[in-house]
């Protein structure tokens, strides 16, 4: 008898399905389960939505996907899936003991290869993370002819990637270190991502403006080391407008302000003169104050046509800075008090414009 039940299925035993039939059951449960899960997570399914999100802000190039460590976008079903194949913590390889590949031998891809191993062993961290970058540019600093840092250079490493990627993988908070946020964004930058940076940005000032001043400080912090300083005025005020449409306070803007206005007058020899109206720009979205700040005033110094030093002498004219702000900063103890170092700096400027005006 159980030989003859061998021959003979089960009387209540499923037909056997073509291969058509069964490729046709996969695709129907595959959708359900899609389904089920992109509802689970409240995924609605409106591209069109999600398109206009990222279409207001203007002049943004649109992302290089093939580049980019996350889509903003899309049913959780791929972007989970994604996270896992992307994930470096899942790369478990003996980096450093295999066999030599064309460009092994490096400096990028050693220190590239140190840095993918120490991730999958669960050693990195913020702190790692950072003396990698610092790692790299000084690499590309010793390659550079000149001191200045090419941001070409830079973006040759591929470093802004890998620590985007550990980051998006291990969900490491990383904007409340303002060094390592500001060498990241510069790498990213010059990795051609920084249309990645700006959906950041939308997305705090659309939903939840949690770190969304360190972020716009970082990214301004970023642009304010390049030798030409119109792309971080261009992206300032650009900013300040998103913030403006979307009824945000610009106090956001405070951090990224004040870097800014130092790379603009403090360290101005660094850089080359800006457009006058992009500077304007700048100048204007000043918080207004009932009396002068040694922010404010040391700006029309390095006006790039009209210089002036009628505000700063008025600045010195006032007892308040003699009488207040100056012995205030002298009694702080910290070894380098930028408030002391702007008004030393604004002082120097100013003399050094009148006697080239007198």
Not at 106 to 131: C, D, Q, W
Not at 185 to 201: Q, S, T
């Amino acid at each position: 008898s159980r030989a003859l039940g061998r021959l003979f299925p089960p009387i209540n035993a499923p037909l056997p399905l073509s291969s058509r039939e069964s490729q046709r059951l996969l695709d129907v449960m595959k959708k359900s389960f899609r389904a089920e899960l992109d509802k689970q997570h409240d995924y609605m399914y409106s591209h069109k939505d999600a398109g206009s999100s990222s279409s207001s802000v203007a002049s943004i190039p649109a992302p290089n996907i093939k580049h980019l460590p996350e889509e903003p976008f899309g049913p959780p079903t791929d972007r989970h899936v994604r996270a896992i194949l992307n994930n470096p913590l899942f790369g478990v390889r003996d980096t450093l003991n295999r066999t030599p590949g064309p460009d092994i031998g490096t400096p990028y891809a050693r220190e590239k290869l140190v840095f993918e191993a120490a991730v999958s062993k669960g050693l990195m961290n913020i702190s790692r993370a950072h003396g990698f970058l610092i790692k790299m540019h000084t690499l590309v600093k010793e390659r550079t002819a000149i001191s200045v840092v090419n941001e070409e250079g830079l973006g040759s490493t591929g470093a802004g990637l890998l620590v985007l990627q550990w980051l998006r993988a291990s969900n490491q908070p990383w904007l409340h270190d303002h060094k390592f946020s500001t060498l990241l964004l510069r790498f990213v930058i010059a990795e051609d991502l920084e249309d990645l940076v700006w959906m950041w940005i939308e997305q705090r000032i659309k939903g939840d403006q949690k770190h969304l001043s360190e972020l716009i400080a970082a990214y301004i912090g970023a642009k304010t080391y390049l030798f030409e300083l119109d792309p971080a005025y261009a992206a300032f005020v650009k900013i300040a407008d998103m913030l403006e449409k979307n009824s945000v306070s610009q106090d956001y803007l405070e951090v990224a302000r004040n870097r800014l206005n130092w790379a603009s007058t403090v360290e101005a020899v660094q850089h080359t003169k800006p457009s006058v109206e992009l500077f304007e720009s700048f100048v204007t979205g000043e918080p207004t104050k009932n009396y002068l700040t040694a922010n404010r005033v040391h700006l029309d110094l390095h006006h790039p046509t009209s210089p002036s030093s009628d505000l700063a002498l008025e600045y010195f004219n006032s007892d308040r800075v003699w009488d207040k702000i100056i012995p205030k900063h002298i009694k702080t103890k910290r070894h380098k008090n930028p408030a002391l170092q702007r008004i030393m700096a604004l002082g120097l400027d100013t003399a050094q414009h009148l006697m080239h005006t007198d």
